[in-house]
């Protein structure tokens, strides 16, 4: 049974950083591509990152680019999501992903 836990939400103000990680069990992680989605109020669920097994291919949705990394520690059971330069608009609950799977979600307000 495949758990996605995801931690480090907050209320940071615009500017600012966060740092997500998500711990997975029940699955054997090292060979699994992961991924970050969010979803606001109202809005449909995005993919706005993801990581291949080895680490080596990420992908970004335009909005995040250049602002949030994700990164994997395959030892660890963990994919994170480092976000800076925060702006109101990336207000939403973060979900980590994999395949058909997805997390609980823990909640990021940037205030302006």
């Known amino acids: 049974q495949v758990q996605l836990v995801e931690s480090g939400g907050g209320l940071v103000q615009a500017g600012g950083s966060l740092r997500l990680s998500c711990v997975a069990s029940?699955?054997?992680?090292?060979?699994?591509?992961m991924g970050w989605g969010r979803q606001a109020p109202g809005m449909q669920r995005e993919l706005v990152a993801s990581?291949?097994?080895?680490?080596?291919?990420?992908y970004y949705k335009d909005s995040v680019k250049g602002r949030f990394t994700i990164s994997r520690d395959n030892g660890k059971n963990t994919v994170y999501l480092h976000m800076n330069s925060l702006k109101p608009e990336d207000t939403a609950v973060y979900y980590c992903n994999m395949g058909s799977d997805w997390g609980q979600g823990t909640q990021v307000t940037v205030s302006s």
């Open positions: 029940g699955i054997i992680f090292g060979v699994t591509g």
């Open positions: 990581i291949s097994s080895s680490g080596d291919s990420t």
